[in-house]
């Protein structure tokens, strides 16, 4: 069963911004930990930033904190990551995924990804 479909993706250029959709199925998005990771070409999957969805509480990697922002809209069962300043760096496939056990970043159910690309 599909839980979360990923988009908003694009190509963009350093210093621009972006802003990442998950739209999950309401048992996957109520009261659960919901986490965006990212994967460039020949690198391992990192944790980019993550959220309680019960409560207003956030952790994000050192590599983007400051110009990332996780958020939520309960009422679309969706997570949002704001992307701004962006690097050449932070080009890669992005995902959501169900964390578990929350303030891990162990995950499971992962959605299908959306590419970010920013050229210098």
């Known amino acids: 069963q599909v839980e979360m479909v990923e988009s908003g993706g694009d190509s963009v250029q350093a210093g621009g911004s972006l802003r990442l959709s998950c739209a999950l199925t309401a048992t996957a998005f109520h009261r659960n930990c919901i986490g965006w990771f990212r994967q460039a070409p020949g690198k391992e999957r990192e944790g980019v930033a993550r959220?309680?969805?019960?409560?207003?509480?956030?952790h994000y990697a050192d590599s983007v904190k400051g110009r990332f922002t996780i958020s939520q809209d309960n009422a679309k069962n969706t997570v949002y990551l704001q992307m701004n300043s962006l690097k050449p760096e932070d080009t890669a496939r992005y995902y959501c995924a169900v964390i578990d056990p929350c303030g891990t970043w162990d995950a499971r159910n992962w959605g299908q990804g959306t590419q970010v690309t920013v050229t210098s």
């Open positions: 959220t309680y969805t019960g409560a207003i509480s956030t």
